[in-house]
């Protein structure tokens, strides 16, 4: 069984950075894709970022990117999604999550990590 466990997140204030950190039961992202994703409060869940656990190659939403870094480290099982210039819009719990390099939905997911950032 696939667990995933997020961590890292806080209170900020705006401008500010944190790094959420999301450690698996084992090997379970080599060959796979790790994704990050939010969900604010009366919003739908929405994608963050993803990377190729193997090759590395990473993709953002609009609104993150040039502020959002996603990242993993092999050896120790974990992604990483460090944020920076941190506004109050990005307050949400954060999740990461699992799916195929085919494609397809995200079959595992963690049980999130809450973000607030104040203005």
């Known amino acids: 069984q696939v667990q995933l466990v997020e961590s890292g997140g806080g209170l900020v204030q705006a401008g500010g950075s944190l790094r959420l950190s999301c450690a698996a039961s084992?090997?379970?992202?080599?060959?796979?894709?790790m994704g990050w994703f939010r969900q604010a409060p009366g919003k739908e869940r929405e994608f963050v970022a993803a990377?190729?656990?193997?090759?590395?190659?990473?993709e953002y939403a609009d609104s993150v990117k040039g502020r959002f870094t996603i990242s993993r480290d092999n050896a120790k099982n974990t992604g990483y999604l460090q944020m920076n210039s941190l506004n109050p819009e990005d307050t949400a719990v954060y999740y990461c999550?699992?799916?195929?390099?085919?494609?397809?939905?995200?079959?595992?997911w963690g049980q999130g990590t809450q973000v607030t950032v104040s203005s």
């Open positions: 990377i190729y656990w193997n090759g590395g190659t990473s």
């Open positions: 999550a699992r799916r195929s390099l085919m494609g397809g939905r995200y079959d595992y």
């Open positions: 084992g090997p379970a992202f080599s060959g796979y894709v």
